[in-house]
C-alpha cells in the first residue's frame, strides 16, 4: 500500500501564490508520487501537471506559465508552485502516483 497525504491548500485572493506538497509512504518500495490533478466544484477530475523521470514538467494548458511542479526524491514528496491564481483555479488538489494511489485532496479556494 501507499499512502499520499497533501497538504498547503487555502483561500487566497486572486493574483495570490500558494505551494502544495504531497508525501508519499508505504510499503511498496520505489512508488513515487507523480502527478497533481483537481476537481473544480460541480465538475469532473481533470490533470494539471505530470512530472517525469528526469523531472521535467507537463502541464495543462490553464496552468502554463503559472504552475511549476516538482520533486524531492530525497523527502518522496511532490510539489505544485502555484502563481497568479485565478478563480478558476479553485478546486480540490490531488496527487497521484503509479497504481495508481490517490491522496485525500486538500482544497483551494481563490477568492476576494
Known amino acids: 500500500q501507499v499512502q499520499l497525504v497533501e497538504s498547503g491548500g487555502g483561500l487566497v485572493q486572486p493574483g495570490g501564490s500558494l505551494t502544495l506538497s504531497c508525501t508519499a509512504s508505504?510499503?511498496?518500495?520505489?512508488?513515487?508520487?507523480t502527478g497533481w490533478y483537481r476537481q473544480p466544484p460541480g465538475k469532473e477530475r481533470e490533470l494539471v501537471a505530470l512530472?517525469?523521470?528526469?523531472?521535467?514538467?507537463n502541464y495543462a494548458d490553464s496552468v502554463k506559465g503559472r504552475f511549476t511542479i516538482s520533486r524531492d526524491n530525497t523527502k518522496n514528496t511532490l510539489y505544485l508552485q502555484m502563481n497568479s491564481l485565478k478563480p478558476d483555479d479553485t478546486a480540490v488538489y490531488y496527487c497521484?502516483?503509479?497504481?495508481?494511489?490517490w491522496g485525500q485532496g486538500t482544497q483551494v479556494t481563490v477568492s476576494s
Open positions: 497521484r502516483s503509479p497504481g495508481p494511489y
Open positions: 512530472i517525469n523521470s528526469l523531472g521535467m514538467g
Open positions: 508505504g510499503s511498496i518500495f520505489g512508488i513515487k508520487p
